[in-house]
């Protein structure tokens, strides 16, 4: 089993990596598609293409069970706001392995979330799972 943690809300969400459908919204098993079929939202205006870094998460803890960072990930986060050591597109970054990891939602994209924003791009198109 994996684990997502997700700050600074402190949800956790636990799934079968091998049972998990995959949205064509990033890489299979990335934080977006997990956060598609598990029920928590991460922002991604472009698709999951890395085309933008609205899907910007910080890794706390846990990359051990994560995939590499490649070169469009890397280029592309030079863009983003807020750039930490642990930073991450979440429609990149998928998971290798199971094991648990926690991210942080960085705060200048948590207000629209908080305020029960679907995502842009996809608007109601696919609705959260129900807990």
Same mark, same amino acid.
């Given at each position: 089993?994996?684990? #997502? ?11 079968? !990596?091998?049972? !998990?459908?995959?949205?064509?919204? +990033?890489?299979? !098993?990335?934080?977006?598609? #997990? ?5 928590? @939202?991460?922002?991604?205006? *472009?698709?999951?293409? *890395?085309? *933008?870094?609205? *899907?910007?998460? #910080? ?30 597109? +979440?429609?990149?970054? @998928? ?27 996809? +608007? ?8």
């Amino acid at each position: 089993m994996a684990k #997502v943690t997700v700050l600074p809300a402190n949800e956790t969400f636990e799934f079968d !990596l091998n049972a !998990l459908p995959y949205h064509d919204h +990033g890489k299979p !098993l990335s934080f977006l598609d #997990v956060g598609i079929s598990t029920g928590f @939202h991460i922002e991604h205006a *472009c698709g999951g293409n *890395c085309a *933008c870094t609205t *899907c910007h998460v #910080v890794v706390k803890s846990g990359a051990e069970f994560l995939s590499d960072m490649d070169d469009d990930e890397a280029d592309k986060l030079d863009l983003a706001a807020d750039l930490q050591l642990g930073s991450r597109l +979440g429609c990149q970054v @998928h998971f290798v392995r199971d094991g648990a990891v926690t991210i942080e939602i960085p705060s200048w994209n948590r207000n629209y979330v908080s305020e029960g924003g679907a995502s842009m791009n996809l +608007g109601d198109a696919i609705p959260a799972p129900k807990k």
